[in-house]
């Protein structure tokens, strides 16, 4: 079993043998964390904190401790050094040094010492990935333990415990689907995953799967996904309160697994494709996280979902795919797969919505990593308000973001077909193929003019490693909890 995670305001119940104390070095030193502490490491504390070195990724110092209730006290202390394309808080170095010194098997407290209440969310998702849901080691039971995270601010009493718990749990739950592999995490167990939180939340779904893709027009879904064993399906979430001022439509990319199709990517880059669906598991995550909040928007969650196979009814290159938006694709790339779903799940939403911000959320392109790297996903959009939100979002929450070029006027002539409306992969590989990718899925936005947002999250997204479950606390920050 995993681990059991929990949060709190204070360490009044705290008896675990391990406690593990996080912070930045000034609040280390801070009167309300020496009282948390044992009693023998009191004495130390100063020493270990002299002789923490944080740096760029932050430093560990440990400390055995005769106590009648903890063993062994942990001291991570987090950087103070953060870039204007960082976030303050530094969840990244929480994590890095968490899944480095977390001993196995012991019940853990953990006390984290914010420099601002504002930071818990960040924070406690930052510890929260540190606890994955998903093992499938042989004898590794060890991690069916209690957990239990108290959050203590410099700033005043840490509010809103409850959308802490949320965001971390459903971050948890998004890395599980990402960390599954599609021979359990297929179309079909995905779609129940969402029928599970649908149930959970109280919230609509509607699924259309297989052959009715086909029959309503949704070509670039039954394209990608037809040759597969399992159906392609694109499900509907809909959160619709009483009196809501506006509608959001959240659109995550949900390849359960990429071959490349015909043109198939081989034994070197084909491992780690599992994670191809880490942007319907992100919108997923976040849907469940802010309904049970209950977020006063109108929320529709739409998943793309496909298995990207090769057999006798997968697409080829220079088929035309017809997509719900009504423009025909000329295919040259069967790897360019995930713009064909997410052109049919934006479409949907910009036809029978009645949108306000539409966002799309995918592990699109390699490209991303080369132009924003591992820890930044890549964001195009129309609306520079809505651009400056979002990377103000990523800072607070830690899910990072850099924006790169919205410019149409120079992106379309990469897709121009001489039989179709497009071709879906680019002709010039150097120009700035993100972009690109992003443009293709808004010229299937159809009528719709206002705000939208697209999120490439290849590197966040944790593929060939343990899943991040990125993209949770950027939608939740973005649209819930901040400005």
């Not at 069916?144 to 802490?164: M, N, P, T, Y």
């Not at 790297?373 to 973001?401: F, T």
């Amino acid at each position: 079993m995993p681990s059991k995670l929990s949060f709190q305001a204070s360490t009044d119940s705290f008896d675990a043998p391990t406690l593990v104390v996080i912070g930045k070095t000034k609040r280390l030193f801070a009167d309300d964390v020496r009282q948390a502490l044992p009693a023998p490491i009191n004495a130390l504390w100063e020493r270990m904190l002299e002789a923490a070195q944080p740096g760029d990724h932050g430093a560990v110092e440990r400390s055995w401790c005769d106590d009648h209730k903890t063993d062994r006290v942990i001291m991570c202390v987090v950087p103070e050094l953060h870039s204007r394309h960082n976030s303050p808080a530094r969840p990244d170095s929480i994590y890095e040094m968490l899944v480095k010194v977390l001993p196995k098997g012991d019940d853990v407290d953990i006390l984290l010492a914010l420099d601002q209440a504002e930071h818990a969310m960040s924070c406690a998702i930052a510890v929260a990935r540190a606890f994955p849901l998903y093992q499938a080691k042989s004898g590794e039971q060890d991690d069916d333990r209690s957990v239990r995270v108290a959050l203590l601010s410099a700033s005043g009493d840490v509010e809103g415990l409850e959308a802490v718990t949320e965001g971390a749990a459903s971050t948890r739950m998004a890395a599980r689907l990402v960390d599954t592999p599609a021979s359990e995490l297929n179309t079909s167990a995905f779609v129940e995953e969402a029928r599970r939180v649908a149930a959970e939340t109280g919230a609509k779904i509607e699924v259309i799967s297989g052959e009715s893709l086909r029959d309503r027009g949704f070509g670039g879904l039954w394209g990608v996904g037809k040759a597969a064993t399992h159906p392609p399906a694109l499900v509907v979430l809909s959160h619709e309160p009483d009196n809501a001022d506006r509608t959001l439509c959240w659109v995550g990319k949900g390849i359960v697994y990429d071959t490349g199709g015909l043109s198939i990517k081989g034994k070197n880059n084909m491992p780690g494709m599992k994670a191809d669906m880490a942007g319907a598991a992100a919108v997923l995550g976040a849907f469940r996280a802010a309904v049970r909040t209950r977020a006063k928007d109108r929320i529709h969650a739409i998943l793309c979902l496909a298995e990207n196979s090769v057999g006798p009814e997968a697409t080829r290159p220079d088929d035309i795919l017809h997509l719900y938006s009504g423009k025909s694709v000329e295919v040259n790339n069967t790897d360019a797969e995930g713009r064909l779903v997410l052109g049919d799940g934006v479409a949907y939403a910009a036809k029978h919505l009645e949108p306000d911000i539409i966002l799309d959320m995918a592990t699109l392109t390699g490209a991303q990593l080369v132009a924003t790297g591992k820890k930044h996903a890549a964001v195009i959009c129309n609306d520079d308000e809505l651009e400056a939100a979002a990377i103000r979002a990523g800072k607070r929450s830690g899910d990072l973001v850099h924006p790169l070029p919205y410019c149409p006027e120079f992106f379309r002539k990469e897709f121009k077909s001489e039989v179709a409306d497009l071709k879906n992969s680019v002709k010039d590989r150097a120009n700035a193929q993100c972009s690109c990718a992003a443009q293709f899925v808004a010229e299937h936005l159809s009528s719709y003019v206002g705000p939208w947002l697209h999120v490439d999250m290849a590197g966040a997204a944790g593929i060939n490693a343990r899943a991040s479950g990125y993209g949770v606390a950027l939608l939740l920050d973005l649209f819930i909890s901040g400005d």
